[in-house]
């Protein structure tokens, strides 16, 4: 079975300032799909990047990018230049290769605060 | 707004009641998806319905059934229900393709069991 782990309960960061948001994950899975959604306090889920386990370039997004390394199974998220927008719980999602088996496992979350 | 079309949005039961919930997925999208979020549980996968047929099965509770209908809409049942099924309940559709399956999500439904 497939588990995602985020280690940040909750994480800090000045306005304009960049952080990084970690997340492990564990599979057995050769092909598979990692994602970064964003809860914000209106409870919507937002999907803001996501990374094909067969790609080696990391995924961007704008202020959005991704740090992927496949054989330590990690999968972190750097926020640049941080906007009080970006306040939101973060969570980390894993999803097998296959169309049929398209469910979503998700981590904890990081509760992420953008200070002004 | 997403395209994924929930209601109620808010929703206050008490134990033992039945509650149905109900998910338009985004044009085009055959497959939908219905997930839980509680405190203690975080978000977890409940069902997978495709074009009508249950595809996938997550951590439902047997009290808890859903169905996809011909018109695509989904409806969530829960019955004799508990306080602890006091939670955010989402829906997602996306389109089934052999990579990716992008999920987009609804606004929720909130339901609280008193």
């Known amino acids: 079975a497939q588990t995602v782990t985020q280690s940040q309960p909750e994480m800090s960061v000045q306005e304009a300032e960049t952080v990084t948001l970690s997340c492990t994950y564990d599979?057995?899975?050769?092909?598979?799909?990692l994602f970064w959604y964003k809860q914000p306090p209106s409870r919507q889920m937002i999907l803001v990047i996501r990374?094909?386990?067969?790609?080696?370039q990391n995924a961007t997004e704008n202020r959005f990018s991704v740090n992927f390394q496949k054989a330590a199974k990690s999968f972190s998220l750097k926020i640049s230049d941080s906007q009080l927008g970006d306040t939101a719980m973060y969570f980390c999602a894993f999803m097998k290769y296959g169309g049929s088996q398209g469910n979503l496992i998700f981590g904890k979350g990081t509760k992420l605060s953008v200070k002004p | 707004d997403s395209g994924v079309t929930q209601t109620p949005k808010h929703l206050i039961t008490a134990t033992g009641q039945r509650v149905t919930l109900r998910c338009s997925p985004r044009?085009?999208?055959?497959?939908v998806y219905w997930y839980q979020q509680s405190l203690d549980q975080g978000l977890q996968f409940l069902i997978q319905y495709y074009n009508g047929e249950e595809r996938a099965k997550g951590n439902i509770l047997e009290r808890f059934s859903a169905q996809q209908f011909p018109d695509l809409h989904s409806e969530l049942n829960l019955s004799s229900l508990e306080l602890g099924d006091s939670a955010l309940y989402f829906c997602?559709?996306?389109?089934?393709?052999?990579?990716?399956?992008?999920?987009?999500f609804g606004a929720g439904s909130r339901l609280t069991v008193l």
């Open positions: 599979t057995s899975e050769n092909n598979y799909y």
């Open positions: 997602a559709s996306s389109v089934v393709s052999p990579g990716a399956n992008v999920l987009t």
């Open positions: 044009s085009g999208d055959l497959s």
């Open positions: 990374q094909e386990a067969y790609k080696q």
